[in-house]
Nanobody, 127 residues
Framework: QVQLVESGGGLVQAGGSLRLSCVAS????????LAWFRQAPGKEREFVAAITWSGSSTYYADSVKGRFTISRDNAKKTMYLQTNSLKPEDTAVYYCAADRRLFGPSQFAVATMYMYWGQGTQVTVSS
């Protein structure tokens, strides 16, 4: 079992950057597939980015490709999301998610595949 805590959100102007962190407690962090999702008011939760347990593969939503970078440090039990060139449409609560099963490439973007979720961190981008 793992507990996840996000941080790093805030208010930023369009074009700015934020680095989100997701710190895990519990055992075997390196065994988990990890992802970031986000949810804007009145909208469904959507996939942002994912990273395999080894960190060897990453996946991104088309809307953030080239602007966001996902990474993980298994020794620190931490996952990161570097967000650059932020746009007002990036405004949302950002959640980290984890699951201990091995996913196929098509499964990383499916929210219901993940067993564990953090409480979220708010990102607000002003125009």
């Amino acid at each position: 079992q793992v507990q996840l805590v996000e941080s790093g959100g805030g208010l930023v102007q369009a074009g700015g950057s934020l680095r989100l962190s997701c710190v895990a407690s519990g055992r075997s962090f390196s065994d988990y597939e990890l992802a970031w999702f986000r949810q804007a008011p009145g909208k469904e939760r959507e996939f942002v980015a994912a990273i395999t347990w080894s960190g060897s593969s990453t996946y991104y939503a088309d809307s953030v490709k080239g602007r966001f970078t996902i990474s993980r440090d298994n020794a620190k039990k931490t996952m990161y999301l570097q967000t650059n060139s932020l746009k007002p449409e990036d405004t949302a609560v950002y959640y980290c998610a984890a699951d201990r099963r091995l996913f196929g490439p098509s499964q990383f973007a499916v929210a219901t595949m993940y067993m564990y979720w953090g409480q979220g961190t708010q990102v607000t981008v002003s125009s």
